[in-house]
């Protein structure tokens, strides 16, 4: 237990003192931008990690994070709510769509959900190009920054558009959120319902003959897993400071469910190693210009016939063979 | 109204055709492959390079593609899925690996083939109109009695056979067929052979009315999956009809709701969506494929 | 195919040998300017298209001697960044322009990329020069982009005016992809021909980009009866299978788009069917290319083994970088000194014969000078090659 902690701290220490003080250092900003990518981007993947903790496959999670997103926008630029309010409002809205949607299609198993969900960011991008409080295919632009966040008249952060350096602002809002969400994700599976949601892994049919309510269980994890999505979108929006229905894609969707791959499906912490290694070795291999795909799909695939199950299976010393 | 029903089933037939070589994958292997979409560019890449470029009668070119991807497909399970599926420990894992693959086909296209566009000249002259009131060019008709003539003899293949009794029978239980003899690691590798030469023809077929560009790999699959999910997954009869009741619904869709702007395809995926909540494993399909 | 591979891994080679002797011999700085575009996946050809002009021009003005800013001659270096069309990837992209200590970069190739580069732009003194036609991109307070070509809402109503006088046109239809870009070239278009008098029998009817056939799309299109089909931001994939769907479908009135095409895409996928076809293109027909365009377009086919069309009005862009640089070389790390040069910049025109000038203009559109000015080509097809319709100004 000491050491996990320890590890804990580690790691705390270093997203949070070392990656600015290094950055500063050697004077890499761009390394701002990667990195917030990657701790929103693994936000979205803890999510779809969530997912398949119950036996799902999730390609659907650029739906919600284009929802979280547009939720976000619009409550910004048409209701005229802070930024800081929309973060939680995005994340329950998709929570919320992700119960209606999920109730039905979360009956489906196997490729059937993975299919489906997959079908359903491509609903979603439809929508909104179809729907008008969205602004069709125009999108919305011009978003302001995030603004001052108050509580009783006392500033907590300030207004993003005062800063002297936004990026290490949205670096440190990505990190917070993303060390809180897999906090919240680590409790889950550590607790009474985590179990629950192994039981349902291995055998829903089993877990549902002794009692557990596979049902409400499997909407449950849905929601949360949505939650994540629309939390990572409404980031991104206020960094870009715009959204189009294209700004999260099936390819995202794709992505996020290879990130949970990469790093591992046994392992609370292997969506963040996984969207670090794939989305850093994307902006590493930029080098290679027009090679660039071509190694990193080898990569990927080298990686698959080394380590079927995930980066962090290296470390798993109880792992066998099937 | 017969223009609407027409359409329908050249797209339908085609669909069927690609919905097809991913199904029987899937059967065999409980692999969803994703790079199936990038196959079937590939098919096509091959015969627009040796009918267009070398100037080669246009069967030559289809049966080169054809012959192409089966090696590749072959290739592919042998020294990628194979490994793969031994040592992971959850059959999902196949997944990353078929993006993998999808990634790198589409990295090597790119290299091999270019970024354009590319077509090679039609086949046959002529458009076939009735009076107005069914217009359907000759190599479309063409390309439509082939693809079916290709569904048949690959039904046939199945239904009669010894390699399509065998692989039948792995599709139903792999353990089972085991015991009974089947040589379950040499009928994966024609099987999924097979599967992949299928989207080869596909790609070959296509790329004289069609054309064919690197970017279709990826939405060709995502319409793939949706047929076999119309249809149930795994199981072949239910891909053939997946293919022509998405045909049938884009051409209708697109035909009625028209007027109303763009929402055809937002109608056909939700349709699609609550159909699968009443009816999760497709028209078809075994439950819980 | 394998030829076009080798002749581009020998061009690549020489190129890099050419580059490799400069640094050793020359020793010129070194000027870069950044790209960052879509070079892989679906919109492939776009970026590409737009990379390679910028290398070949790069390259050539290389192997020259380098370009005379002030009395110091340099090296251009192109530094490209792919996309992938993904707006969360081009801002990564402007951030390591940033990083670079890049001042101008060409890019990005769609609206939603477009947009979501603006702040990092900004922040970081950037001028870029995007391919997307929001207008907000460019009328205050927006002030670090450039448009690099002409607007669909620019080339589609002086298009509809000479198909009107000189075709009798009176009825138009407009197809576009599900997609933000060609819908919102589809909005304005209908709305240009609308204003011109033209009456809009179908503007409604949208297609996947995905689609492996078009007839179905096209069928109520058709059977509207428009004299003029306009193909609102088609992509060079989509267009030779439209016009092929809309010809066999019986269809005898006119096609258009506002984009640039590729006449080797045209021909391959549609062959005689794409005869009269309507489109935006560059300089580069016989009767309006200077002998420097000629050249050119040569040495992009040596370099990359197959010109693309397309690329005749993405030459522009950086020649206005490095021209505007030129008038002012404070411009070179200050672009503030950049944007007051714009509204006074003037240089001849190389790639065109005549008196044609290179110069920023927008003041109708954007009420600044945002935008540069790049004959308005339009070209028909016939039988594998453009010919020029009519040439337009834009002001």
């Avoid at chain 3, 599900?178 to 609308?194: F, H, I, Y």
Wanted: neutral net charge; contains cysteine.
């Amino acid at each position: 237990m000491n050491k996990q902690f320890l590890g804990l701290g580690a790691f705390l220490l270093a997203v949070f003192v070392l990656v600015p003080v290094l950055i500063a250092a050697s004077g890499r900003w761009d390394l701002y931008y990667t990195l917030t990518s990657v701790a929103l981007l693994a936000i979205g993947s803890a999510g779809v990690w969530l997912t398949f903790y119950i036996g799902r496959i999730n390609i659907g999670q650029g739906a919600y994070a284009l929802m979280g997103g547009y939720v976000s926008a619009v409550l910004m630029t048409q209701v005229g709510v802070s930024f800081w309010l929309t973060l939680p409002a995005a994340g329950l809205f998709c929570a919320m769509i992700s119960v209606l949607i999920g109730l039905p299609i979360l009956r489906l198993r196997g490729v059937y959900f993975a299919m489906i969900t997959l079908v359903l960011t491509e609903v979603t991008r439809l929508s909104a190009l179809a729907l008008s409080v969205t602004n069709g295919a125009k999108g919305i632009t011009s978003i302001p920054l995030p603004g001052a966040l108050k509580i009783f008249g006392i500033t907590i952060i300030p207004d993003f558009a005062t800063m002297a350096n936004p990026k290490l602002a949205f670096y440190l809002l990505a990190v917070t959120l993303m060390v809180l969400s897999y906090a919240a994700l680590w409790r889950i599976v550590n607790s009474r319902l985590g179990h629950l949601c192994r039981s349902l892994q291995q055998n829903e049919e089993l877990a549902a003959s002794i009692g557990v309510n596979t049902a409400y269980l499997r909407v449950l994890a849905y929601a949360i897993s949505s939650f994540f999505g629309g939390l990572s979108g409404a980031v991104f929006v206020a960094i870009s400071q715009s959204i189009y229905p294209s700004s999260f894609a099936v390819t995202d969707s794709v992505n996020f469910m290879l990130y949970c791959f990469v790093g591992g499906l046994g392992f609370v912490a292997g969506p963040m190693l996984g969207t670090f290694l794939l989305y850093f070795g994307w902006d590493l291999l930029s080098v290679a210009s027009e090679y660039q795909l071509l190694i990193y799909s080898s990569a990927m695939i080298a990686l698959m016939l080394v380590l079927p199950n995930g980066v962090l299976s290296l470390f798993d010393k109880k792992g066998g063979q099937k | 109204m017969e223009q609407i029903l027409a359409n329908g089933l050249y797209l339908g037939a085609q669909y069927a055709l690609i919905a097809l070589g991913l199904t029987l994958i899937f059967s065999l292997m409980n692999v969803l492959n994703f790079a199936h979409g990038q196959m079937y560019v590939f098919g096509g890449f091959v015969t627009y390079t040796i009918v267009a470029q070398w100037g080669m009668p246009f069967i030559v070119g289809l049966i080169a593609s054809a012959v192409m991807l089966a090696v590749m497909g072959a290739l592919i399970e042998v020294f990628l899925f194979r490994p793969v599926i031994r040592k992971s420990k959850r059959d999902e894992s196949t997944m990353l690996l078929a993006a993998g693959i999808a990634f790198f086909l589409d990295a090597v296209i790119l290299l091999l083939f270019g970024e354009k566009q590319r077509g090679v000249p039609k086949i046959v002259n002529g458009v076939f109109n009735w009076d107005m009131r069914l217009i359907m060019p000759y190599d479309r008709i063409l390309i439509g009695v082939l693809a079916i003539a290709i569904i048949a003899g690959f039904i046939a293949l199945m239904q009669y056979s010894k390699t399509g009794r065998a692989m039948r029978a792995l599709a139903q239980d792999r353990v089972a067929a085991q015991l009974m003899g089947v040589d379950v690691d040499r009928y994966s590798m024609i099987g999924f052979a097979l599967g992949a030469m299928l989207a080869g023809l596909v790609g070959g077929l296509l790329v004289t009315i069609t054309g064919v560009n690197l970017g279709m790999g990826g939405p060709t699959s995502v319409k793939a999956f949706m047929m076999i999910m119309i249809g149930g997954a795994g199981v072949i009869s239910g891909a053939i009809a997946g293919g022509f009741i998405l045909g049938m619904m884009e051409s209708i869709g697109l035909t009625v709701l028209a007027v109303y702007g763009d929402i055809t395809y937002l109608a056909i995926f939700a349709s699609l969506m609550v159909f699968l909540a009443f009816r999760p494993q497709g028209l078809m399909g075994k439950p819980w494929g | 195919m394998l030829r076009r591979t080798l002749l581009k891994t020998t061009a690549l080679a020489a190129v890099a040998s050419f580059a490799m002797l400069g640094t050793a011999f020359a020793e010129n700085p070194v000027l870069k300017i950044g790209f960052v575009g879509v070079t892989s996946g679906p919109a492939a050809a776009w970026g590409t298209s737009n990379q390679r002009s910028m290398e070949t021009r790069a390259a050539w003005i290389n192997e020259t001697g380098g370009y005379d800013i002030a009395g110091t001659k340099y090296d251009v270096q192109i530094i490209s960044f792919d996309d992938q069309k993904d707006p969360k990837r081009a801002i990564a992209g402007m951030e390591q322009m940033a990083q670079e200590g890049i001042h101008y970069v060409v890019g990005p190739n769609v609206d939603d990329g477009a947009a979501a580069v603006r702040p990092v732009a900004e922040q970081n003194a950037i001028m870029y020069f995007p391919y997307a036609f929001p207008k907000e991109l460019y009328t205050a307070p927006a002030s670090n982009a450039v448009l690099g070509m002409v607007a669909n809402y620019q080339s589609g109503p002086a298009i509809y005016k000479y198909l009107m006088d000189n075709n009798g046109v009176k009825k138009v239809a407009f197809v576009a992809a599900n997609e933000s870009d060609p819908l919102s070239q589809r909005d304005s278009g209908s709305a240009a021909a609308k204003a011109l008098g033209l009456e809009v029998v179908s503007d409604s009817v949208t297609y996947q980009v995905d689609t492996t056939d078009f007839t179905p799309v096209l069928l109520p299109v058709i059977q509207a009866a428009p004299d003029l089909l306009v193909l609102s931001g088609v992509s060079p994939a989509n267009a030779p299978q439209l016009i092929r769907s809309a010809r066999e479908l019986g269809f005898a009135g006119l096609i258009s788009t506002e984009t640039a095409q590729d006449a080797a895409v045209l021909q391959e996928g549609a062959g005689e069917l794409a005869n009269g076809f309507i489109s935006v293109g560059g300089a580069s027909t016989p009767e309006l290319a200077s002998d420097m365009m000629k050249e050119f377009v040569d040495r992009y086919t040596k370099m990359f083994g197959e010109y693309n069309d397309e690329s005749n009005t993405k030459v522009y862009a950086l020649e206005y970088i490095l021209a505007t640089i030129a008038a002012n070389p404070a411009a070179l790390d200050n672009v503030d000194e950049f944007k007051a040069t714009m509204d006074t910049f003037e240089a001849p025109n190389p790639y065109m014969v005549g008196d044609a000038k290179l110069k920023y203009v927008g003041m109708t559109s954007f009420g600044q000078k945002r935008q540069v000015s790049v004959p308005l080509v339009v070209n028909t097809f016939k039988d594998g090659k453009f010919e020029t319709l009519f040439v337009a100004q834009v002001d």
